[in-house]
T-cell receptor, first 110, second 115 residues
Framework: ELKVEQNPLFLSMQEGKNYTIYCNYS?????LYWYRQDPGKSLESLFV???NGAVKQEGRLMASLDTKARLSTLHITAAVHDLSATYFC??????????WGAGTKLIIKP | DGGITQSPKYLFRKEGQNVTLSCEQN?????MYWYRQDPGQGLRLIYY???????QKGDIAEGYSVSREKKESFPLTVTSAQKNPTAFYLC??????????????FGPGTRLTVL
């Protein structure tokens, strides 16, 4: 079965702290995407990871991909309230399709 | 400006009615998608289309229908056979050529409520 598992599914943290969201997947793929969704809004593309060892950084967020371990991480450094959102990973399985994780709801408290 | 538009933003349906959600893109993307999102949940694929006049069922196609007569447009009809259609509906598109990132870009969504 094709599965993408995110953990944790819910994360409440203090501003200034660091944390990591994990995305494990069950099939071979070398393309993985991270999206952000604010409450009541649509999804916004954050990172596109296209090969093993890919690392992308934008501000306080850094994403990486290990295709051999079938694992991607989204690391948050010195969290700020504006990063509160739900984060989804999605794995490209070919044939124009993505398999989505369930999302990680991140709440950052002042 | 290039992008994906969905209309209406909010839609109310009486039981037994069919309703059609619009999705238009001017990104010249080949592939288009419809997803359903229930509160607090992830995305579930309803239908997708790789090319004009062709589309495939996703994981939850029952009670829905689509058409792809033009590259820019991929409307979704929620039929009366869909027993629990209240949800947030998201349309996405993707460029399918070589050498690109190929990520899906999303429209703003339509929130459908059954009265």
């Amino acid at each position: 079965e094709l599965k993408v598992e995110q953990n944790p599914l819910f994360l409440s943290m203090q501003e200034g702290k660091n944390y990591t969201i994990y995305c494990n997947y069950s099939t071979t793929s070398d393309r993985l995407y991270w999206y952000r969704q604010d409450p009541g809004k649509s999804l916004e593309s954050l990172f596109v990871l296209l090969s093993n060892g890919a690392v992308k950084q934008e501000g306080r967020l850094m994403a990486s991909l290990d295709t051999k371990a079938r694992l991607s991480t989204l690391h948050i450094t010195a969290a700020v309230h504006d990063l509160s959102a739900t984060y989804f990973c999605a794995v490209d399985i070919g044939n124009y399709q993505l398999i989505w994780g369930a999302g990680t709801k991140l709440i950052i408290k002042p | 400006d290039g992008g994906i538009t969905q209309s209406p933003k909010y839609l109310f349906r009486k039981e037994g009615q069919n309703v059609t959600l619009s999705c238009e893109q001017n990104l010249n993307h080949d592939a288009m998608y419809w997803y359903r999102q229930d509160p607090g949940q992830g995305l579930r694929l309803i239908y997708y289309s790789q090319i004009v006049n062709d589309f495939q069922k996703g994981d939850i196609a029952e009670g829905y229908s689509v058409s792809r007569e033009k590259k820019e447009s991929f409307p979704l009809t929620v039929t009366s056979a869909q027993k629990n259609p209240t949800a947030f509906y998201l349309c996405a598109s993707r460029w399918a050529g070589r050498g690109g990132h190929n990520e899906q870009f999303f429209g703003p969504g339509t929130r459908l409520t059954v009265l």
